[in-house]
């Protein structure tokens, strides 16, 4: 499990502001979920017969003899939530949610055992428009942050009656090659064969590929389905590769599946991915209703955007205040609160330890603040204080009190909401 330091953190922070922009500009509205749930949610939901379920689940039985799992994926919880709090009877919901996630897996580039997602969830959209809002919306974001190492990848699963014939025609290819197929293979052959396809294993893809492929199993509405969503994504310009191996780690799945992979990344390809789950609340215990989202893996998504030559907008302090004499400190405290009063989002450091002026103005130009606003015996007995610019080549200013806010606002440019340190 892994800390995120300060100096790593404003990337996060930044990056994670991008994404709640896009996705409210969509209509999304937030939803904030617990980290434990009950063990069976996620056995019926994801598949008993998974990496997560059988081996990657952080379970314990609770004081009461409950058995309940820290949180490794948030749909489930999201369905959970819209059936217990009456979200989803004849309603249609657009939410996001993110956090931490858990799961106990060998920990390699851009994956801990505590992890960090972005999900988002459309319920009760039945149509391949909400599939595709869902992706051009992921479009927006690579756009917007300038990340053009990645690519789409998309897929259809069909309804669960073309995926039994699927299963089937499955069954009876790796019967065939069975003594080929490692050990995880076959244990997966009866239970769920489509899991084969997802292995890792580099000895198992050239089986994988000459397997049959779903498309050729679809029924007609799942095929119409897949071609207007098609339709869609050409419409909006996003380019697009169909990939008849992608079927998705989990069992909820159905129709659209969708991946945004990269090769900026080595092995770990998938940055965003997701798909429809139309049978998932019913399967929970809810009146059948369509659904369809997608996850994004922070950790991964940061690396990328840093991958790609991100980087986040300094955000340093705006202006130092150094305190130097009897009774100034208590004054630079008034100043420094009547600033963040009068300027909303103003970062304000105060010289906090003492010190001579020298060793001030050197923590002040350390903190690369934009001005140093200097408070003296003198400046406090005349009711002035000192605006010095730390990162330009303008002359020291000496300004009343009383019209500080006006001179910041006018030279950080403040009032457009953009300081500028220049």
Same mark, same amino acid.
């Given at each position: 499990?892994?800390?995120?330091?300060?100096?790593?953190?404003?990337?996060?922070?930044?990056?994670?502001? /991008?994404?709640?922009?896009?996705?409210?500009?969509?209509?999304?509205?937030?939803?904030?979920?617990?980290?434990?749930?009950?063990?069976?949610?996620?056995?019926?939901?994801?598949?008993?017969?998974?990496?997560?379920?059988? @081996?990657?689940?952080?379970?314990?039985?609770?004081?009461?003899?409950?058995?309940?799992?820290?949180?490794?994926?948030?749909?489930?919880?999201?369905?959970?939530? *819209?059936?217990?709090?009456?979200?989803?009877?004849?309603?249609?919901?657009?939410?996001?949610?993110? &956090?931490?996630?858990?799961?106990?897996?060998?920990?390699?580039?851009?994956?801990?055992? !505590?992890?960090?997602?972005?999900?988002?969830?459309?319920?009760?959209?039945? *149509?391949?428009?909400?599939?595709?809002?869902?992706? /051009?919306?992921?479009?927006?974001?690579?756009?917007?942050? *300038?990340?053009?190492?990645?690519?789409? !990848?998309?897929?259809?699963?069909?309804?669960?009656?073309?995926? %039994?014939?699927?299963?089937?025609?499955?069954?009876?290819?790796?019967? *065939?090659?069975?003594?080929?197929?490692?050990?995880?293979?076959?244990?997966?052959?009866?239970?769920?064969?489509?899991?084969?396809?997802?292995?890792?294993?580099?000895?198992?893809?050239? /089986?994988?590929?000459?397997?049959?492929?779903?498309?050729?199993? %679809?029924?007609?509405?799942?095929?119409?389905?897949?071609?207007?969503?098609? #339709?869609?994504?050409?419409?909006?310009?996003?380019?697009?590769?169909?990939?008849?191996?992608?079927?998705? $780690?989990?069992?909820?799945?159905?129709?659209?599946?969708?991946?945004?992979?990269?090769?900026?990344? &080595?092995? !770990? &390809?998938?940055?965003?991915?997701?798909?429809?789950?139309?049978?998932?609340?019913?399967?929970? &215990?809810?009146?059948?209703?369509?659904?369809?989202?997608? #996850?994004?893996?922070?950790?991964?998504?940061?690396?990328?955007?840093?991958?790609?030559?991100?980087?986040?907008?300094?955000?340093?302090?705006?202006?130092?205040?150094?305190?130097?004499?009897?009774?100034?400190?208590?004054?630079?405290?008034?100043?420094?609160?009547?600033?963040?009063?009068?300027?909303?989002?103003?970062?304000?450091?105060?010289?906090? $330890?003492?010190?001579?002026?020298?060793?001030?103005? @050197?923590?002040?130009? @350390?903190?690369?603040?934009?001005?140093?606003?200097? %408070?003296?015996?003198?400046?406090?007995?005349?009711?002035?204080?000192?605006?010095?610019?730390?990162?330009?080549?303008?002359?020291?200013?000496?300004? =009343?009190?009383?019209?500080?806010?006006?001179?910041?606002?006018?030279?950080?440019?403040? =009032?457009? $909401?953009?300081?500028?340190?220049?």
């Amino acid at each position: 499990m892994n800390d995120i330091l300060p100096e790593v953190s404003g990337t996060w922070r930044y990056l994670e502001s /991008i994404l709640h922009e896009i996705v409210q500009s969509y209509g999304y509205a937030e939803i904030r979920l617990p980290l434990l749930e009950y063990t069976e949610l996620f056995e019926r939901s994801i598949g008993e017969v998974t990496d997560i379920v059988e @081996k990657e689940m952080y379970t314990f039985l609770d004081r009461n003899g409950e058995s309940l799992t820290l949180r490794p994926e948030a749909t489930a919880s999201v369905v959970r939530a *819209g059936m217990t709090n009456g979200l989803l009877h004849n309603q249609r919901q657009k939410l996001w949610t993110s &956090g931490p996630m858990f799961r106990y897996e060998k920990p390699q580039q851009g994956r801990y055992r !505590q992890f960090h997602q972005f999900d988002v969830e459309a319920l009760g959209y039945e *149509g391949p428009d909400v599939d595709a809002e869902l992706i /051009i919306m992921t479009a927006r974001l690579w756009r917007r942050l *300038g990340i053009s190492r990645i690519e789409l !990848q998309i897929n259809s699963l069909g309804v669960p009656e073309s995926r %039994l014939r699927y299963r089937a025609a499955l069954i009876e290819y790796f019967n *065939g090659v069975k003594s080929q197929l490692d050990e995880d293979s076959i244990r997966r052959l009866e239970q769920n064969p489509l899991r084969i396809l997802d292995s890792k294993n580099p000895d198992m893809q050239a /089986i994988i590929e000459a397997a049959p492929v779903m498309l050729d199993s %679809l029924d007609e509405a799942s095929k119409e389905h897949f071609g207007e969503l098609q #339709a869609l994504l050409d419409a909006a310009g996003v380019a697009y590769t169909i990939n008849p191996r992608l079927v998705r $780690g989990l069992d909820y799945y159905s129709r659209t599946v969708f991946e945004w992979a990269t090769d900026a990344l &080595g092995s !770990q &390809g998938a940055v965003c991915s997701g798909g429809r789950y139309d049978g998932l609340v019913e399967k929970l &215990g809810g009146r059948p209703a369509p659904a369809v989202g997608w #996850a994004m893996g922070m950790e991964r998504f940061v690396a990328l955007y840093e991958a790609c030559g991100g980087k986040a907008p300094p955000r340093h302090a705006d202006v130092y205040v150094v305190a130097v004499g009897e009774g100034t400190l208590t004054r630079a405290f008034a100043v420094a609160e009547e600033l963040r009063d009068r300027m909303p989002g103003m970062r304000v450091d105060v010289n906090l $330890g003492g010190g001579s002026f020298k060793s001030q103005m @050197k923590r002040a130009d @350390k903190s690369n603040a934009a001005y140093a606003l200097i %408070l003296g015996e003198q400046e406090l007995k005349e009711k002035h204080i000192g605006v010095k610019p730390l990162r330009s080549e303008e002359d020291q200013a000496s300004v =009343a009190l009383d019209e500080l806010t006006a001179t910041l606002e006018k030279k950080l440019n403040w =009032a457009t $909401g953009y300081p500028t340190q220049n």
